[in-house]
């Protein structure tokens, strides 16, 4: 299994975050409310925040371990977060954001050219980030996180915020990366679609809970987005 | 002494003290800004103490422990086998520590001003403290660093409370160009005072703009 919780807890202002189960097996969408916890949950994952107790293990090792007083910095634990808010680097352009994880893995110049590629990213690469628009960013931001060739990438929410065209661009990227990158992938979705169009498995999050899992289909029959196509 | 040697000795030593505030001032600032740690109100207190402290006091207190009795002092000499006090040792201490406020209180915002996000996004990127500090944190905080970099030198171009107490004012020795005036006028040489005033002032002028220009034009940032 890829993410193994163990009984993690992190109390939050409205409510407890509690979750005990394994994610990601390929694609897994993260659904819910707003405010259930999902960005929440994807940070103590990533090691951007800390749980109250518990345990996290990322491919049977462990990254946090309240008892055995286990914590695996964020930078060693190998995790791509694309998060919701433009993070890219703004001082940097495109190039030097998409080089700055891809640096520290000892990636090969061959893989930072197949992921440019891949995401359609070489017009841009001497543009300021500044000078991006909305899904280019989204895509730069992608790229950025595979560089560092990650063992988990985390996506929170990348088609939130779009346009129409921008998000059928992102779409596209997102289907390309998941036909030929092999990492396991944590999703948040903004809707069921992007769930039913991407991911093998889907978690309902509520109130810090997991209240449901299954395949996408089962779990949001009838309520597929008209605007994504399966 | 002629005017020109006592401002180049005014603008060397305040560069100077400039130089050696920088790495702790870095530090202590991005301490403030991005740790919690015990004691850390203390620390804040005893920085900012030299911006409301009267000069002249910090200049005792700073006598106090430069002296050769002093610990400071004694181990300097033990160290170096030389004084401070009444040296341009003690010009660039009692600079030093007047002017340090002016680049920690500024360094500090600037630090708070960046997105802890950036600096977690490039951590989970792989990157170690170090990186994430030099490539991140600092050249997006430049522009407050630099601006309170800049009039931290002007402070220590100015200072005379406290340098006069430590370094005493010897012509050609210590006496920097707020020594110098406060001598010419005491020996009547009000023309020499008014030249040395003219170019404090252009010093300061030019110090302030562009120190409150950097930190400006970061503000309208969007």
Same mark, same amino acid.
């Given at each position: 299994? &890829? ?19 394994? #994610?990601?097996?390929?694609? &897994?969408? #993260? ?12 940070? #103590? ?37 694309? *998060?919701?808010?433009? *993070? ?43 000078? #991006? ?46 036909? *030929?990158?092999?990492?396991? &992938? ?45 | ?45 005893? /920085?900012?103490?030299?911006?409301? @402290? ?24 033990? @160290?170096?086998? !030389? +004084? ?29 001003? /960046? ?16 990186? /994430? ?23 220590? /171009? ?6 006069? @107490? ?11 160009? !707020?020594?110098?005036?406060?001598? +010419?006028?005491?020996?009547?040489? +009000?023309?020499?005072?008014?030249? @040395? ?18 930190? !400006? ?6």
């Amino acid at each position: 299994m &890829t993410v193994a919780l163990s009984r993690v807890r992190l109390a939050l202002p409205a409510f407890t975050l509690e979750v005990d189960g394994e #994610l990601a097996r390929g694609w &897994t969408g #993260l659904v819910g409310p707003s405010g259930a916890g999902k960005t929440s949950l994807l940070e #103590l994952i990533a090691g951007f925040r800390r749980p109250d107790a518990g345990s996290i293990a990322i491919h049977g090792v462990p990254v946090f371990d309240s008892e055995e007083r286990v914590d695996v910095s964020a930078r060693s634990r190998g995790v791509g977060y694309v *998060t919701q808010d433009d *993070t890219l680097f703004p001082h940097l352009p495109v190039r030097g954001n998409l080089a700055y994880g891809h640096h520290a893995s000892k990636g090969s110049p061959a893989d930072f050219d197949r992921i440019v590629s891949l995401l359609s990213l070489a017009p841009l690469l001497g543009r300021p980030v500044t000078a #991006l628009s909305g899904g280019e960013k989204r895509r730069v931001a992608l790229a950025r996180a595979l560089l560092s060739r990650p063992r988990l990438l985390l996506l929170d929410e990348p088609l939130t915020g779009l346009d129409p065209a921008s998000r059928d661009q992102v779409i596209a990227s997102l289907r390309s990366i998941r036909a *030929t990158v092999p990492t396991p &992938t944590i999703y948040v979705a903004h809707n069921p679609g992007e769930v039913l169009a991407l991911c093998d498995e889907a978690i309902e999050l509520e109130g810090g809970r997991m209240i449901r899992r299954g395949v996408p289909r089962a779990i949001f029959e009838g309520d597929r987005d008209p605007r994504l196509p399966g | 002494m002629t005017s020109a040697s006592i401002i180049a000795f005014t603008v060397g030593m305040a560069a100077l003290s400039l130089g050696l505030s920088l790495p702790f001032g870095l530090a202590l600032a991005w301490l403030l800004a991005r740790r919690r740690w015990p004691g850390k109100t203390v620390v804040e207190t005893l /920085v900012t103490l030299p911006l409301v @402290l009267p000069p002249v006091a910090t200049g005792m207190i700073l006598l106090r422990l430069a002296g050769r009795r002093g610990a400071l002092g004694s181990l300097f000499h033990r @160290l170096f086998g !030389s +004084d401070i006090v009444f040296t341009w040792r003690a010009v660039v201490l009692a600079m030093t520590v007047m002017a340090f406020p002016f680049l920690v209180r500024h360094a500090r915002v600037a630090f708070e001003e /960046v997105n802890p996000r950036l600096e977690q996004v490039a951590r989970s990127l792989g990157a170690n403290e170090a990186r /994430v500090f030099f490539t991140i944190t600092l050249p997006l905080a430049a522009r407050g660093v630099v601006g309170g970099g800049i009039l931290a030198f002007a402070r220590a /171009v100015g200072e005379f409370g406290a340098t006069i @107490l430590v370094a005493g004012n010897i012509p050609g020795k210590t006496a920097t160009i !707020s020594l110098a005036i406060y001598s +010419d006028l005491q020996l009547g040489r +009000d023309a020499e005072a008014a030249r @040395l005033v003219g170019v404090a002032a252009v010093i300061a002028f030019l110090a302030v703009w562009v120190g409150e220009s950097f930190l !400006s034009r970061r503000r309208a940032r969007p």
